[in-house]
């Protein structure tokens, strides 16, 4: 092993030691504070649009949902009155 490795690793470990202190101050831990107040202020809005969308897309579906039994219901109406139309057509044929 060179003296030049075991330089190299001491620095390591000492930036290592170094970098855990740092990580563990007082300022650090108020910045992890503020980051997490901001990430939970974030995840807040996020959740009230996502209610807001939700509210929108069970609007949007009850909309559907009625247009298209309005039409079934239309669509009904008229099947009964061509039956009619055909029923009172044979009903001239045969007079």
Not at 4 to 15: D, R, S
Not at 51 to 59: A, G, I, K, P
């Amino acid at each position: 092993m060179s003296w030049n490795k075991v330089g190299i690793f001491a620095l390591g470990t000492l930036f290592g030691l170094e970098g855990v202190k740092l990580l563990s101050s007082k300022d650090a831990k108020k910045v992890y504070t503020h980051c997490t107040a901001g990430v939970l202020r974030v995840k807040d809005a996020v959740l009230d649009q996502v209610t807001t969308l939700q509210e929108n897309c069970s609007d949007i579906y009850a909309e559907a949902k009625q247009i298209n039994e309005d039409r079934a219901k239309k669509e009904e109406l008229e099947e009964e009155k061509s039956a009619e139309e055909v029923i009172e057509e044979a009903e001239e044929a045969e007079a």
